[in-house]
């Protein structure tokens, strides 16, 4: 986990290299580079080190053929991919094992597992890759105007060297969907690489047509073991030179990454002082013996992190549970610990939204603003004109899809991103790595042979997942409707209790865009 900064013809100072040192530095804090020069570049590096505790693995890396690399996040199978390509060469290290292989003209970026953003530059100064996983599990944000280019972990520090202003149509956006979902970023001119997509090599996962290819196969007669690629999805996850504990939570999906890590592993969740769903369910495990710790968070200390995050991030956050990750994450670092697993990408994958996956599965043609009345945080008449106009023409783009599989393509493709960016930021501002082993190519791939039918019953989502979470605890737990996790926002601005969602909702937005100002 890492955090870099890659600069073409944009003159740079001493001054700007502290601004790096403050954007960029909490998410490497083992290692930071400084301003390196590369064939007409400008580097930095900030180091977290989670595989290979040397300094062989520091960055800027230079390949053997001249080039540099700048590496963000984890390559799960680099050893099974050093065999295949290396024999008997061996490296503890993911980063040499990456930059060798970019070495190969042919290298299918596909064949890499794991959750990673990276730039790669050779020795002529000309950008070889500018890649992001599947998912989007990593951040990579760039600007390009024709002269000058510049690729980021974080927006903040684009704009900062630039002097970019916030962008009009990413507040709006915000008060929507509490991201800029087609903005791309809150700033003028900075955009992101799309998930599964290399800049110079264009998209090497495709997820729409995986999808497409799967619907027109139709329903098999036998769907792949769901259990086994979670099981194995975990395993991947827990490799590291360093402690992995797990986010934990009353829901399934926690719950499912939780049977398949060690008993030994350390638990983590957390909310405000008043009792929770999260908490009482915690509370009901330890008493059966499992080590969860519970973290508490008051008021005044929730009010004094929230701004601290929106001050160095530069943007308004998505949800007030960012605040109590960071905490988490805080925790788990004074604890020696590195890592944490996290449940995202279930809900995306298997129709998780249960009044939004169940409206869609059972219509015969998809209306954005009938979509938008269901997922928007506002109301229809208060949605600008263009966003209609923009979630229309995603769709329109997959309307070769069923209504079920658009919008379970709408979650993979533009929802969780969002959920991954405030994971990461959320665990970085306290040195920590966040991974997601629901969130695998192999589960997805498992998941779209499930169609409407088989993914949702009775209103409820996640049906494959349920079966195994009924297997692996009970029938009552598996099947249980989704629980929010509600922080009263309003409360703890005001004082004053909220009577409704959308009142929390609207503190929420309003204090983060104060906090910007």
């Known amino acids: 986990m890492c955090g870099f900064f890659a600069a073409k013809n944009v003159e740079m100072t001493f001054r700007l290299e502290e601004t790096l040192d403050k954007r960029l530095g909490f998410r490497g804090p083992d290692y930071q580079s400084g301003l390196v020069s590369h064939a007409g570049w400008y580097l930095y590096h900030a180091r977290l080190k989670i595989i290979s505790d040397t300094t062989e693995s520091n960055q800027p890396y230079y390949s053997g053929d001249g080039a540099v690399l700048l590496f963000n996040g984890e390559i799960l199978n680099f050893e099974s991919l050093q065999q295949t390509y290396f024999g008997g060469v061996s490296s503890a290290s993911d980063t040499i094992v990456l930059a060798r292989l970019l070495e190969i003209d042919d290298f299918d970026l596909d064949e890499l597992e794991g959750f990673f953003a990276f730039v790669r530059i050779d020795q002529n100064g000309q950008l070889t890759n500018a890649a992001r996983d599947a998912f989007g599990v990593k951040p990579l944000h760039y600007f390009n105007d024709g002269t000058k280019q510049i690729f980021s972990s974080e927006a903040s520090a684009i704009s900062d060297v630039l002097g970019l202003k916030y962008n009009k149509g990413a507040m709006e956006e915000y008060k929507v969907f509490r991201y800029p979902i087609f903005s791309e970023s809150y700033f003028d001119n900075i955009r992101q690489v799309v998930p599964g997509t290399c800049l110079c090599r264009g998209q090497y996962f495709d997820a729409h047509g995986e999808m497409l290819s799967a619907e027109k196969a139709g329903p098999k007669d036998t769907f792949a073991d769901v259990e086994k690629i979670v099981a194995e ?17 009353g829901g399934i999906d926690s719950n499912l990454v939780r049977a398949f890590v060690p008993s030994s592993t350390k638990f983590l969740t957390g909310g405000l002082v008043e009792p929770s769903f999260d908490t009482k369910f915690a509370n009901s495990e330890i008493e059966q013996g499992l080590d969860v710790e519970i973290l ?8 004094e992190r929230w701004t601290q995050m929106v001050a160095l991030r530069k943007e308004p956050l998505s949800v007030p549970n960012e605040v109590i990750i960071s905490f988490l994450g805080e925790r788990w670092a004074t604890l020696g610990g590195k890592i ?56 329109a783009g997959v309307s070769n899809l069923s209504p079920f599989n658009m919008v379970r393509l709408f979650f993979v493709q533009k929802h969780m991103p969002v959920l991954f960016r405030r994971l990461d930021f959320s ?20 998941a779209i042979q499930f169609d409407y039918h088989a993914c949702m019953a009775d209103g409820l989502g996640k049906i494959p997942l349920r079966e195994v979470a009924q297997r692996l605890y009970s029938e009552e737990f598996a099947f249980r409707e989704k629980v929010g996790f509600p922080i009263d926002v309003k409360k703890i601005v005001t004082g004053e209790e909220a009577k409704n969602p959308k009142d929390i909702y609207s503190h929420w937005i309003n204090r983060n865009l104060e906090l910007l100002a």
């Open 233 to 249: 999805s975990v395993r991947q996850r827990l490799i590291a030179d360093f402690p992995v504990a797990v986010l934990f939570s």
């Open 427 to 446: 665990l970085m501002f306290s040195g920590i790595e966040g991974r997601e082993p629901l969130a695998s190519k192999a589960l997805f791939r498992a």
């Open 340 to 395: 944490l697993l996290s449940g995202e990408g279930a809900d995306e994958f298997f129709g998780g939204y249960d009044r939004i996956f169940s409206w869609a599965g059972g219509i015969e043609f998809l209306d954005a603003r009938e979509f938008l009345k269901r997922y928007a945080y506002v109301a229809l008449e208060d949605i600008p004109e263009w966003i209609i106009e923009a979630t229309n023409s995603y769709f």
């Open 296 to 303: 508490q968070v008051d008021d005044a200390k929730f009010l």
